[in-house]
């Protein structure tokens, strides 16, 4: 009884294995498969991917993966690159063998080794670019349109083009020197009557001025009388007329005055003294009843229907300054209105304080509108003919060179030395570096010189790391 108990119980366990063998065999295989499948599409997928992204480190963009992880020189993450940024039909890189540390990312050598710890080197593979031309610390670089507009980019061609060079400076008006005339006497006397008694008043030449009466100017009349009446015998008397008309005339009687007084036969007590020229009288030295002295500035008379500009050029313009250059002069006081004046000298002196030089401008005067001491601006327009040019504004500083940037197909810019001429109106003269008809960035070229230094610089950094053996 017992032994077909025994059988039993085994049969059930036998059954219990059999059936729970073919259950897992049911949902294990099909799942095994399954899973298997599905692995492999997602690494299909995800290598296709990969082999469609490329990696660049962020410090050393010439390093480039095409699966992501960390730079062998850095450590830092690598980041995608965007497509557009991808130069387009560029040869295949080719691949060098360096070796890194391991704990020292930075210790980099074409040669297996040890690093600084005494630990062995791993190796790594970099691309072997080709040698970038730098001008002034720059590299070529690629702006996508998208990041041109973001950054305000614009062009502009060379070409050739009539230069124009404005000289710009600050003058003030003065008395024509040879328009000034004085009035004095040659003998001394008092003012009987004075005729113009105000500074600034006009006068007309030949007006009246004052009246003078002075004891010598009356000895010589008397003299004159005799010598004109005793004049009708030959001989002597002939030669003390002329003797005494002479010395009338050297004390300033004129002609007129003296014929005067031959016909009235008497003479006059006080000379009537006439202005030399027309003008404005800007100073005057005398009252009525005054006593004068000879060789006394008595009246100043200024003719104000010319005028000298005394105009102010900088040393470096000088070159550009010629007499006989017309000069365009406006007045702050008449906005709108422009005068046209002449370079008649150039002052052979510098003046040290302000390293300027001097230059007379002469001016017709309409209307009094140039009244002396007034400030004006000038302009003198240089014209040196046609010339190859680029604007002013492509034209970047760089100390001892200039750089300007030129935009090449595809989006990329290439930084180029020039030789700059004269400076026109907003333009450059081109002697080198640029060639007709090529375009130069003129509106965010600081920004995209900010971009090539640092491409240039970085590198620099990643050749100098690449290239430097640290152990033998």
Avoid at 391 to 407: E, Q, R, Y
Wanted: proline letters at 6%; one cysteine or more; aromatic letters at 8%.
């Amino acid at each position: 009884m017992k032994s077909k108990i025994r059988i039993a119980v085994l049969l059930i366990i036998a059954v219990a294995v059999v059936f729970s063998a073919a259950c897992r065999g049911s949902k294990g295989i099909p799942a095994a498969a399954g899973s298997a499948g599905s692995g492999q599409a997602q690494a299909g997928q995800a290598k296709a991917e990969a082999k469609a992204q490329l990696y660049q480190c962020p410090m050393h963009p010439s390093y480039t993966s095409d699966k992501p992880g960390d730079c062998p020189i850095c450590g830092m993450k690598l980041v995608p690159v965007k497509p557009e940024e991808e130069p387009a039909a560029a040869p295949a890189p080719k691949k060098k063998t360096m070796y890194r540390s391991t704990m020292m990312p930075n210790e980099v050598s074409d040669k297996p080794g040890k690093d600084s710890m005494g630990m062995d080197m791993v190796p790594f593979e970099v691309e072997e670019s080709g040698a970038v031309s730098e001008v002034g610390g720059r590299i070529q670089i690629k702006l996508s349109a998208e990041r041109q507009q973001l950054i305000g980019v614009k062009t502009a061609p060379v070409v050739s083009q009539p230069i124009h060079k404005l000289i710009k400076a600050v003058g003030r008006v003065d008395y024509a020197e040879p328009s000034l005339s004085l009035v004095n006497l040659k003998f001394d006397g008092w003012v009987e009557k004075l005729y113009v008694n105000a500074t600034g008043r006009a006068v007309r030449k030949g007006e009246p001025l004052f009246d003078l009466y002075s004891p010598d100017l009356v000895e010589a009349q008397q003299e004159y009388l005799i010598a004109l009446k005793a004049g009708a015998t030959p001989g002597e008397a002939s030669s003390l007329l002329k003797s005494a008309r002479e010395k009338l005339r050297l004390w300033g009687v004129t002609d007129q005055q003296v014929e005067e007084l031959g016909r009235s036969g008497g003479f006059k007590t006080t000379v009537t003294v006439y202005a030399p020229a027309s003008g404005i009288v800007i100073e005057k030295n005398v009252v009525q009843g005054q006593k004068v002295m000879s060789g006394e500035s008595l009246f100043k008379i200024a003719d104000l229907s010319r005028v000298w500009i005394i105009g102010e050029v900088y040393e470096y313009e000088l070159p550009f300054i010629k007499t006989g250059q017309a000069v365009q002069v406006s007045l702050s006081y008449y906005p709108g209105e422009s005068f046209t004046g002449q370079i008649s000298y150039i002052y052979p002196y510098l003046k040290p304080e302000t390293r300027t030089n001097e230059v007379r401008i002469e001016a017709a005067n309409p209307g009094l509108k140039f009244k002396p001491g007034m400030f004006a601006n000038l302009e003198v327009h240089v014209d040196y003919g046609t010339r190859l040019t680029v604007p002013a504004d492509a034209v970047l500083d760089a100390g001892t060179t200039k750089i300007a940037f030129v935009a090449l197909a595809d989006g990329y810019f290439e930084p180029r030395e020039v030789k700059l001429g004269v400076r026109g109106e907003g333009v450059y003269e081109v002697l080198g570096g640029l060639r007709e008809g090529e375009n130069v960035v003129t509106a965010a070229n600081f920004l995209v010189d900010s971009e090539s230094s640092l491409k240039a610089a970085l590198s620099r950094m990643t050749k100098a790391a690449a290239g430097e053996p640290k152990h033998d």
